[in-house]
């Protein structure tokens, strides 16, 4: 058994070394599969050359504006451009009027100093409930926010963060 493990080895090791001669002949060379060396020359030349495409893209900065807004920045205000959703799955009584289940994009405004929530379904203002302003983030991992939280057996609680204010509004179940 002990012979004809070491001859199938040795069969292997002799087809392997044949197959890898190629790669030891051209160990050390240079020139392997026909690259050719570069000069300090033209390494430089091929620098300079990248360096002018560099200052071209630069050239269509207007003079006198400043460009020093960050590619976080620009995501924090394209993210508060989008459209809050909440879903409500329970009726809720708000002013003698019934917001029935479903879902509802959410817009927090300022008007005359007083807080509001706004919310439309298909471009149709269902709600304008009144919100209080607050300086807690709710312990939210984003900017924008809003969500529905239990509050008591017969209330619950809308929270609304954004990039002008965070809010609370506290409503009736039905």
């Known amino acids: 058994m ?12 002799c087809c392997n070394v044949g197959f890898c001669e190629d790669l ?8 392997v599969y026909g690259q050719q060396s570069v000069t300090d020359d033209e390494f430089e030349k091929a620098l300079e050359s990248k360096q002018k495409k560099k200052n071209k893209k630069n050239k269509n900065v207007p003079k006198g504006e400043n460009f020093s807004q960050s590619n ?18 329970v009726a809720l009584k708000f002013k003698d009027a019934e917001i029935p289940i479903g879902h509802y994009e959410v817009e927090g405004v300022k008007e005359d100093g007083n807080i509001y929530f706004k919310l439309y379904q298909a471009h149709h203002l269902i709600a304008k409930i009144p919100a209080q302003e607050t300086n807690d983030d709710f312990g939210e991992p984003t900017i924008n926010f809003v969500k529905l939280l239990p509050h008591g057996n017969y209330h619950v609680q ?9 809010a609370y509004s506290i409503i009736d179940m039905e």
């Open 158 to 166: 809308i929270i609304f963060g954004g990039m002008d204010f965070n």
């Open 24 to 31: 030891w002949d051209n160990f050390g060379d240079t020139n």
């Open 2 to 13: 002990k012979k004809f493990f070491l001859t199938i080895f040795t069969v292997i090791l």
């Open 72 to 89: 976080e920045t620009q995501a924090i205000i394209d993210k508060s451009k989008e459209p809050l959703i909440l879903l409500i799955p």
